[in-house]
């Protein structure tokens, strides 16, 4: 049995072309006709493992071309048989469809109108002008770093998350990193560290500081200010970013197997070899709203200067109103906030906390612009957005609803050739996207792959500038949430002020009690600097539903706290 099993077709039709040969040769002219078609499939897949265009035929000569034959005659076959282009598993394949072609740079228009459901609920538009505006320059940028920053950075407004080397493998990593440093966007490490090969490609670096302190961390696993300066010094890394939680899977922690771990892998992470890694739930380096926020100003003040900021999925919204007043306590502020959705990707994650844990983009960007807004910080601290933002459309809704930026993983993997096979967790990923098998990464070619990256970038960015143009605007910074419109389930729609309104500036800390906005008030008395525990409530609507005399003859349930 052949060990690479991948080969094995076109090892036989290689074998099988030999044969008819020798058997044209030695037995019957007719043979020669078979001999033809199986020298010519062998030539073929010679040409499948030399070309650089598809890691899919490099990775399954000859085998490989039925995937793109089906893919020549699916319309046919799914408009009576499988899925519609609709259909989300979770990238639709009109979502992919639109990467890849921008991604190659051919034709990403489409004739004969939507297929999507316009009287659907959840379906959204944008409002038009009848005065639309051409934009000619659509190198869009913000500039990240607040009072105390030493050293501001012009990100753009697209840009690549956080998927560490590991998860990626190392053709991935530098085809991603060389592609943003050609189109002059950031890439985000995520908790991998900084490796080699992001270093290689050049490109503009977020690293990203997680719960395993890796490139930061003393042999035991604590934070290491040592290392984590001799990291952050790489003129490279633009931006520090704290991981607090994932969306795809916030609250929980992961392990890399010793047996998955390469010296590679080791070097960038700053562990041994032969040991499990594992990244805990949670940070040991603080554990209160008041500890991450000088963990914030500790980080500024050993990388020089660079911004410093945080990344979470919304839960408990205490917690994170908690984070705002420990911000007003000390002083020290974030440079940035990236708010990941629950909607968002990884490489592994329990069905559980991929599906039903943390708070959805969105929703979750809304809150978290609305609590800066009502604490008046909101002009001190950028807002990135991160969960299924591959198209222009998705960016302008996300800055419309408050953001700054938008980060993407998922659409940059379809960039350099992921076809969402699903099998990031397996090693054996077919395109050689999420893997560190060396044979199945060989065949994602970095250079043509990179230029897949920028070339991407650079269309949605186009794409952006033409839509935020048809709005009536010259800068895409420009929207706001009454651009926007969104069809209600129940029937009819809501335009953005009334979906996901901005609240006023400062009404969290004015004094003024808002009626309307009582809820928040609430939440806002809740929170606090000291600690992300819960109060204690011993009346009104969040008490205890337990009655006082039934706990003397029963254990204490857990007190449950809206959120």
């Known amino acids: 049995m052949l060990k690479h099993q991948r080969y094995a077709i076109f090892a036989g039709v290689a074998l099988l072309a030999l044969l008819s040969l020798l058997g044209a040769l030695l037995y019957s002219p007719w043979l020669w006709l078979a001999a033809a078609v199986l020298v010519a499939l062998t030539a073929l897949g010679v040409h499948d493992l030399a070309q650089n265009r598809h890691a899919i035929l490099r990775n399954y000569p000859v085998i490989g071309h039925v995937r793109f034959l089906m893919e020549s005659i699916r319309p046919e076959i799914r408009q009576y048989l499988l899925e519609s282009d609709q259909d989300a598993l979770p990238f639709s394949r009109q979502e992919r469809g639109l990467v890849y072609q921008r991604a190659k740079g051919v034709e990403d228009k489409r004739p004969f109108g939507t297929i999507e459901n316009v009287y659907g609920a959840g379906y959204a538009w944008l409002n038009h002008s009848a005065t639309p505006v051409a934009i000619k320059d659509t190198d869009f940028r913000v500039r990240i770093g607040g009072p105390d920053c030493k050293q501001p950075y012009d990100a753009s407004l697209y840009n690549i998350s956080a998927m ?306 048809a709005a009536g605007l010259s800068d895409p910074g420009d929207f706001m949430p009454y651009h926007f419109m969104f069809r209600r389930a129940s029937g009819g729609f809501l335009d953005g002020n009334e979906a996901y309104p901005w609240l006023p500036d400062g009404f969290l800390v004015s004094g003024e009690e808002i009626p309307h906005l009582a809820e928040w008030h609430s939440r806002w008395d809740r929170a606090s600097a000291e600690t992300f525990a819960p109060p204690e409530i011993p009346f009104g609507p969040f008490a205890p539903r337990r009655p006082a005399a039934a706990k003397s003859t029963a254990q204490p349930l857990r007190e449950l706290e809206p959120v």
């Open 164 to 469: 560490s080397f590991g998860s990626l493998s190392a053709n991935a990593i530098l085809a991603l990193n060389r592609g943003a440093k050609k189109g002059g966007f950031a890439h985000d490490t995520g908790e991998g560290s900084v490796s080699r090969h992001h270093r290689a490609g050049g490109g503009d670096l977020i690293y990203q500081v997680a719960s395993g302190y890796f490139g930061a961390r003393n042999p035991d696993g604590t934070f290491s200010p040592e290392r984590f300066a001799e990291t952050a010094a790489d003129p490279q890394i633009r931006m520090i970013e704290i991981k607090l939680s994932q969306g795809a899977k916030p609250g929980h922690g992961g392990m890399l197997p010793a047996a998955k771990i390469t010296p590679e892998i080791a070097e960038a992470r700053g562990i041994p070899m032969g040991v499990d890694c594992v990244s805990p739930a949670g940070h040991s380096a603080f554990s209160t709203p008041v500890e991450l926020m000088e963990f914030v100003g500790r980080l500024r003040e050993l990388s020089g200067g660079k911004p410093v900021g945080l990344k979470l999925c919304i839960g408990h919204r205490r917690e994170f109103m908690s984070m705002i007043k420990a911000m007003l306590k000390t002083g020290i502020y974030p440079d940035f906030v990236v708010v990941d959705g629950a909607e968002g990707g990884t490489g592994a994650a329990p069905v559980e906390f991929a599906n039903r844990v943390g708070m959805p983009m969105l929703d979750g960007l809304t809150f978290v612009h609305n609590a800066l807004r009502g604490a008046g910080i909101r002009d001190r601290i950028k807002i990135g957005a991160a969960g299924k933002i591959v198209s222009a459309f998705d960016v302008a809704r996300a800055l419309a609803l408050g953001a700054d930026w938008c980060n993407a993983a998922r659409g940059f993997m379809f960039a350099v050739g992921c076809i969402q096979a699903q099998a990031c967790h397996t090693n054996k990923c077919p395109t050689g996207v999420a893997t560190q098998d060396p044979l199945r990464q060989r065949a994602l070619d970095v250079g043509d792959k990179s230029d897949r990256v920028a070339r991407f970038h650079r269309h949605t960015m186009h794409a952006l500038g033409e839509i935020a143009g």
